[in-house]
Nanobody, 130 residues
Framework: QVHLVESGGGLVQAGGSLRLSCVASGRTFNSYNMGWFRQAPGKEREFVSA???????????YYADSVKGRFTISRDNAKNTVYLQMNSLKPEDTAVYYC????????????????????WGQGTQVTVSS
């Protein structure tokens, strides 16, 4: 069982930045595939970014086209934490952001599919004003 807790959300003006954090419980964090998803009111949950483990210390990063070049995902295994640095924020980035984890993802399609993740955090609200 993995427990995930997100933090770092808030209200920011368009063009601003936020850094989301997600702390995970468990002793094998380094082998977990980690993802960020978001859900705006009235919309389905959508993929934002993922960092998948391919063995040893190798990870692959994936980004949704809508955030590519503005968001950066990273992790600190010593702190059991994954981050999402969000720059040049836009009003359309407004949503509840969720951290997710899974040990069995395989490939880009799986990393971007919320149904393939077993563990979820409670979410953190990000609001970008225009």
């Amino acid at each position: 069982q993995v427990h995930l807790v997100e933090s770092g959300g808030g209200l920011v003006q368009a063009g601003g930045s936020l850094r989301l954090s997600c702390v995970a419980s468990g002793r094998t964090f380094n082998s977990y595939n980690m993802g960020w998803f978001r859900q705006a009111p009235g919309k389905e949950r959508e993929f934002v970014s993922a960092l998948t483990w391919s063995g040893r210390s190798t990870y692959y990063a994936y980004y949704a086209d809508s955030v590519k070049g503005r968001f950066t995902i990273s992790r600190d295994n010593a702190k059991n934490t994954v981050y999402l640095q969000m720059n040049s924020l836009k009003p359309e980035d407004t949503a509840v952001y969720y951290c997710a984890a899974d040990q069995r993802l395989s490939g880009a399609s799986s990393a971007q599919n919320p149904r393939d993740y077993d563990y979820w955090g409670q979410g953190t609200q990000v609001t970008v004003s225009s």
